[in-house]
C-alpha cells in the first residue's frame, strides 16, 4: 500500500522558534496533501489543504502566517510553524492524496510530535 | 455541515469478547465511510471503507456495516485481543474529492 512518511516523528523546540515539519508520499504521487492537528483524547482537525505548486486552502481559525505550508513537488509538504508558543504543541499527522482516484484516495503519515517549550 | 460522533466515548472489555463501536452521521449524503485505528502517539491505519453503494465490508476479525439512510455504521470486533486496544476513528467523506470529517473516537481496552 501506499506509503506517506513524516519527520521528525517528535520535536521540542523553544517558544519563539520556528520549527519545519515534512510530510513525504513515498511510492506514489500526490497532488494533494492535507495537515491535521490533533489534541490529547480528541479527534483531528483539518487545518489545511494543499495542492502541489498552489497556495494552500486553510481551514476558518488557522493562522495562515503562523502555519506555512509549502507543496513544492508531488511527493513533498512541508509544515513551518513559525514563532512557536506552548499553545502550538499538538500532535500533527499529514494526508496525502494520491494522483488517480480510488476508493483508498488519502493515506496518513505517522504524526510529528511537538512540543514547544 | 457534516457531523459525525462516535459512541462509546470509551470502551473497557475482557479478552475474547465480541463488541461493536457505533458511528453516526449527520448528512446521508456521503461517498465513503472509513474506519481508522490509531495506537497511542501513533498515525492512523485504515481498517475498512465502505463506499455509499455497499452495505458492509469484512477484514478477519473486524466487519463494518453502513445503514446511509439513518446515517449510521457500525464497526464490529469479534473475539477481540489485547491487541485491538486502540482508538477507532470514523470518518465520512461527503465526494469523491472532497475532506474527510472525523468522529470523536472510541478508545478501546481489552483486557486479558
Known amino acids: 500500500g501506499a506509503v506517506v512518511s513524516q519527520h521528525p516523528s517528535w520535536v521540542i523546540c523553544k517558544s519563539g522558534t520556528s520549527v519545519k515539519i515534512e510530510c513525504r508520499s513515498l511510492?506514489?504521487?500526490?497532488?494533494?496533501m492535507f495537515w491535521y492537528r490533533q489534541f490529547p483524547k480528541q479527534s483531528l482537525m483539518l487545518m489545511a489543504t494543499?495542492?502541489?505548486?498552489?497556495?494552500?486552502?486553510?481551514e476558518q481559525g488557522v493562522e495562515k502566517d503562523k502555519f506555512l505550508i509549502n507543496h513544492a513537488s508531488l511527493t513533498l509538504s512541508t509544515l513551518t510553524v513559525t514563532s512557536a508558543h506552548p499553545e502550538d504543541s499538538s500532535f500533527y499527522i499529514c494526508s496525502a492524496r494520491v494522483l488517480t482516484s480510488g476508493p483508498y484516495e488519502q493515506y496518513f503519515g505517522p504524526g510529528t510530535r511537538l512540543t514547544v517549550t | 455541515k457534516q457531523e459525525v460522533t462516535q459512541i462509546p466515548a470509551a470502551l473497557s472489555v475482557p479478552e475474547g469478547e465480541n463488541l461493536v463501536l457505533n458511528c453516526s452521521f449527520t448528512d446521508s449524503a456521503i461517498y465513503n465511510l472509513q474506519w481508522f485505528r490509531q495506537d497511542p502517539g501513533k498515525g492512523l491505519t485504515s481498517l475498512l471503507l465502505?463506499?455509499?453503494?455497499?452495505r458492509e465490508q469484512t477484514s478477519g476479525r473486524l466487519n463494518a456495516s453502513l445503514d446511509k439512510s439513518s446515517g449510521r455504521s457500525t464497526l464490529y470486533i469479534a473475539a477481540s485481543q489485547p491487541g485491538d486496544s486502540a482508538t477507532y476513528l470514523c470518518a465520512v467523506k461527503a465526494a469523491s474529492g472532497s475532506r474527510l470529517t472525523f468522529g470523536e473516537g472510541t478508545q478501546l481496552t481489552v483486557n486479558p
Open positions: 494543499s495542492n502541489e505548486g498552489s497556495k494552500a486552502t486553510y
Open positions: 465502505i463506499q455509499s453503494s455497499q
Open positions: 511510492d506514489f504521487q500526490a497532488t494533494t
